[in-house]
């Protein structure tokens, strides 16, 4: 067989990929290189390069799901070159995303009447099911008020400071002010009574949450309600809630049935959850439902009449991908009640595992709920010697990726360590992340106090002027300053890495 002169060099199915000149050469980061080169060069630089990522699975900062069963695998394969938003072409497609809704909205129960399609539609996440949920919410008040000849220039929404940032961004992006209710140092989820205090006038929504992303609490939304009916009496306003329930919306239908924190409470007139969280779907997909039409201004929702029926539709992206919509299906037949039900337990099991873990070492307080989203979220109970961030970062040498962050206003002296219960975090994981965590408590005593120069903070009782002694400074005030110095230890750091450290 005689080769080309010009295939000889390089041709990677002549030589390996890692025998030939693609693989010496420097690929220009920033600007697009003039040639091309072939597949299986480009394959594996990009493989390899990704090999340095973290591992998802032993990722414990993120809700999303890391794993799905090799079946749902295959489907999400076949269908990822359907662009979702082609109704016409892909009729079965939309047809699935209905049923999830109304599945959905069942699960939520939504007061339908026996045949009434419910009213909702998948997102890419909760993030964009609040941008839409909101406008909605926007919308209605601004009807309500220009028919009361009343100003429509300063809303606002009524959340908890432990907030996901997604509500940050959608008060700046559509211009609505955000009032945040202030936590404490030992109460890290929205106080209702509190909440119903700062509704005024031009609220257009409480926002409540089904599971706080700080610590998995589930705030209490049957207070808020009944709280908000009578301030709602009292003033003849008629704000209403919108529940942020994306971690915790496919759990309390599971675990605790009874609680009423959904559509049962007259004043919920929005859900949105994340499909990717415990819904058990990789990213990429988040849903939000309505009460009923009424709560839903007709004037947002855009008609397309494709396929002969009308198919409402309500989002800010015009294409996407189809995969995660069918992927969600597949969960919703596949797992059943019964299914979601034992994956719920076993990560309930999993977690109180882990937490008596933790707690065994004498050395946490724990911050989260059993009764709420299964994660760990715990905070040292002395901090003299060393931080969470450390323990943070000396997990990582271990393979584990937990992070640590500080509480928002007024709890910001509080850091806590969070460790996120998914599916796929067995029982032999928490076991073994137990006895890490007692190794690394090990190896920072073993360390000299105060090894890292930029968390050094001298604590010691000085003489003013006038002879007086000031006293020792607080542990507060102490761990706040440790706190600080740690982060910009950590952020220099990162600018360095070009790294971010996301919790989500
Ligand atoms: C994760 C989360 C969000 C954002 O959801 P995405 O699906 O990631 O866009 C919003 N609110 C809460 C409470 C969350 O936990």
Known sequence: MVLSKTASHSDVSVHSTFASRYVRASLPRFKMAEQSIPKEAAYQIINDELMLDGNPRLNLASFVTTWMEPECDKLIMASINKNYVDMDEYPVTTELQNRCVNMIAHLFNAPLEESEPAVGVGTVGSSEAIMLAGLAFKRKWQNKMKAEGKPIDKPNIVTGANVQVCWEKFARYFEVELKEVKLREDYFVMDPEKAVELVDENTICVAAILGSTLNGEFEDVKRLNDLLLEKNQETGWDTPIHVDAASGGFIAPFLYPDLEWDFRLPLVKSINVSGHKYGLVYAGIGWVIWRSKEDLPEELIFHINYLGADQ????????????QVIAQYYQLIRLGYEGYRNVMENCRDNMIVLKEGIE??????????????????????????????????????????????????????????RVVIREDFSRTFAERLAIDIQKVLHELDMLPAKSIESTTVTVTAEKTEDGHVVPKKSAIETQREITTAWRKFVSDRKKMNEKMNGVC
């Not at 070492?361 to 003299?384: E, M, Q, Y």
């Open 312 to 323: 409402p539709t309500f989002t800010l992206n015009f294409s996407k991908g189809s995969s």
């Open 360 to 417: 065994k070492t004498g050395r946490f307080n724990i911050v989260s709920k059993d009764d709420g989203v299964p994660l760990v979220a715990f905070t040292l109970k002395d901090h003299s010697h060393f931080n969470e961030f450390q323990i943070s970062d000396f997990l990582k040498r271990y393979g584990w990726i937990v992070p640590a962050y500080s509480m928002p206003p007024d709890a910001q002296n509080v850091t806590v360590l």
